[in-house]
Structures are given as structure tokens and as C-alpha cells.
């Protein structure tokens, strides 16, 4: 995919608003272990970010996905993990069912003032007997008069002390589980909805992450995202822009080597700096081939997404390997940072413990495994 000096002016626009606004608090929120999100995604709606792909008519910008791919790009600018995993949250993973399948109603009401900042969002999947396994979800909402009777809950929701609504999947029939499921918007707010406790997590700290529970929550139908039990299809759906999202990081790999280089070259040891050793060098740029690999195949698959194309299994393969070549990085760059790359407060650090979730969440290494075999028609049948 060829950028267009529009996408290039896009993400100057965004890395100049990161270096004011995000980055001088990065590690003020890291410590906190939760960063003001209300405040942060006003100023990104105001800038017209929160919209990128959304329909014109409820706030957005209306252009196409590459535009979308060069904002998640630039979010690598951001120095931490938490902050740009909320921000997809906001963006590509809670609202894309409701901007393509959502009624006018319903857009007014909750993906206006999403794009505009004002709501923050979450998204209600997993739980804690079923996370990959999205089939298995337990949560039901019943349908009593023209309202839904919400019970059950939900783990590891990214944003979820801070959120005015999530989009949560719950069964609403005894059918089959690909069948029985529907997307719904709860307002957080709503009597019943509770956050159980706040997680501590490995990484990702800047990011709240709460547990939920729904103890007979009632919504009007009208809440429903598209067609009732079509949630398991639509929440498929979202997962492509999910992936396609945690693969753009590519480009958090690539501030990693940068910084490493940086570091490894006024490193002195032994008389001579750290990156003038052979092994050292050579390693470096063979990180950044994989790095340059990865960024080929994310704009290969964002562009075929453009086109109107199922990328389901290229869009899995993204993932899995940014998951993974992540995990390299980190762990290669650390060692190259030798003690100070043990210490706490470094970026690469912060990298280390940041980017082993890629494996995790989302859909695990696992799973983007058995999707991308499914596809290669390797898979067993069941």
C-alpha cells in the first residue's frame, strides 16, 4: 500500500499531537496505572481522529481503510503500550459493528459521541471461563416486553472504569452458538452493571482493565447492534480491524530497534561502543528485515481489506507474526541494553512487559493458528 501525502500529513498531524498531549504524561499514567481517557480521546475527536472510517452522516470522516492503517501507524509513536491499546479499543475494536450495522438511532446515540470524544468505549467479550473461545460465553440477555434482562459478566475489559457504554456480546436464544449471539450497547451507567475490581496486569499498566458483572441490567431492544443472533458474525467481523490493528504496531517494534541502536551506540564496553560489535549489528538488522516483513504484509493485507476482501486468514497471519516477532524484539533489544535494560523505568523495558499481551489478546497465537489452518484446509473437521 502507497501512502498518499494526505496519509503522511495524517500522521504528522497525530505524532504532533502525541508529543504535546500523550507523551509528556506517559509516565505519570504508567505509575498511576490508568490515564485520563475522557480528556485524551476529546482531543483526539476534536482533531477528527476518533472517525477515520466512519460514515460522514454520525461525525466521521468517511475514508477509506488505509487511512485508518496510517492513524494505527502512528499511535507506534505513543511511549507505552496502554494509551494506543485504548484507543483501538475506542476505534477498532468496540465501534465498527455498530458504525456498519448499528440503526441511525442507535448511532446518534452512542457512535456520534464516540467519534466526537465525549463517550468512551469498551467492549464486553470475554470472560473469564471463555476468552479465545468466544462460543463459549455465558452472559445472557432475555427478552422481557420491548427491553433485554442482561446477566452474567465479563473480564479483561480494557477501559472498563472509566467507560460510558460497551458493546457487549450475550446470548439471547438457546440456538447454536454461532447462532445464538447479539451485539448490544449497555450504557455503563445502567442499574446493575457493577465494575467487580480494577485488574493489575504484567503490562499495559497507563490502560484500566475491570472485571464486570450484569445483576438483571434491563436495556430497550432498540440497543441491539444490527440483527439479533448475529452477534457471533459481527463480533468475527470486528476481530478483523482487532488484528489488523495489533499487526500496525509493527511500528512500535521499529521505535524499539531505533531506540536500541540509539542506545547500543554510545554505549562504551571493552573500548569500543556496543554496536560496533558484529554480532551486535548483524542481529539488529535482522530484526529490522523481519520489521519490514511484517509492515509488507500488514499493508498487503489493509489493502485487500480496501478492496472489499475477506482477510480473515491474512489478517490472522498478521497478527501472529507481530505477536511473535514482537516478543523477538523486545527480548533481543533488552539484552543489547545489558542492566539498564533490567531497570523498571527504560523503554525497552516497558516494551518487554508491554507487548507480551499481543500473544494473548485478541485471539491467541492458538487460535490465529487454527484460523490460518482452517483457511489452508489442514485443520481436522469436527
Known amino acids: 500500500m502507497l501512502y498518499k501525502q494526505e496519509h503522511l500529513e495524517l500522521q504528522r498531524s497525530l505524532k504532533k499531537l502525541i508529543d504535546s498531549e500523550i507523551n509528556p504524561f506517559v509516565d505519570q499514567w504508567e505509575a498511576a496505572e490508568i490515564f485520563p481517557a475522557h480528556e485524551v480521546f476529546k482531543k483526539l475527536g476534536q482533531a477528527g481522529f476518533l472517525g477515520i472510517n466512519k460514515p460522514v452522516g454520525f461525525g466521521g470522516m468517511g475514508l477509506d481503510y488505509s487511512y485508518q492503517l496510517a492513524f494505527i501507524e502512528a499511535l507506534g509513536h505513543i511511549r507505552c503500550g ?35 470524544g465525549d463517550f468512551v468505549a469498551c467492549l464486553g467479550v470475554s470472560e473469564t471461563g471463555a476468552g479465545s473461545d468466544v462460543a463459549s460465553i455465558k452472559t445472557v440477555a432475555r427478552k ?51 465494575v467487580a475490581k480494577k485488574l493489575k496486569k504484567v503490562g499495559m499498566w497507563s490502560s484500566d482493565t475491570a472485571q464486570l458483572f450484569f445483576d438483571d441490567v434491563r436495556v430497550p431492544q432498540r440497543y441491539r447492534i444490527g440483527e439479533e443472533g448475529m452477534g457471533f458474525t459481527y463480533q468475527m467481523q470486528q476481530f478483523q480491524e482487532e488484528r489488523l490493528f495489533a499487526a500496525a504496531q509493527w511500528t512500535v517494534l521499529d521505535r524499539i530497534l531505533q531506540d536500541t541502536i540509539a542506545y547500543t551506540r554510545q554505549r562504551q564496553i571493552f573500548g569500543q561502543s556496543v554496536l560496533d560489535n558484529q554480532y551486535v ?41 507481530a505477536a511473535r516477532l514482537g516478543r523477538e524484539v523486545a527480548d533481543s533489544c533488552l539484552q543489547f541494553w545489558g542492566g539498564m535494560g ?19 489478546g485478541g485471539g491467541a497465537d492458538e487460535v490465529m493458528l487454527g484460523i490460518i489452518s482452517k483457511y489452508m484446509g489442514t485443520a481436522p473437521r469436527r
Open 82 to 116: 496502554g494509551v494506543p491499546m485504548a484507543i483501538g479499543v475506542q476505534t477498532d475494536m468496540a465501534t465498527p459493528a455498530l458504525a456498519r450495522f448499528g440503526s441511525d438511532e442507535l448511532r446518534r446515540e452512542f457512535l456520534v459521541p464516540s467519534i466526537a
Open 144 to 194: 422481557d416486553g420491548d427491553d433485554y434482562i442482561i446477566n452474567g459478566g465479563k473480564m479483561w475489559t480494557t477501559s472498563g472504569t472509566q467507560a460510558d457504554w460497551i458493546c457487549l456480546l450475550a446470548n439471547t436464544s438457546d440456538g447454536a452458538p454461532h447462532k445464538n449471539k447479539t451485539l448490544i450497547c449497555v450504557p455503563m451507567k445502567t442499574p446493575g452493571v457493577s
Open 281 to 321: 549489528h548483524f542481529r539488529l538488522a535482522e530484526l529490522k528485515t523481519e520489521i519490514e516483513a511484517l509492515r509488507a504484509l500488514v499493508h498487503d493485507a489493509a489493502e485487500r481489506y480496501v478492496g472489499g476482501e475477506d482477510v480473515t486468514p491474512l489478517a490472522s497471519m498478521a497478527k501472529l507474526k
Open 342 to 360: 533490567y531497570m523498571w523505568e527504560t523503554s525497552v523495558a516497558r516494551a518487554f512487559r508491554d507487548i507480551r499481551l499481543s500473544s494473548i
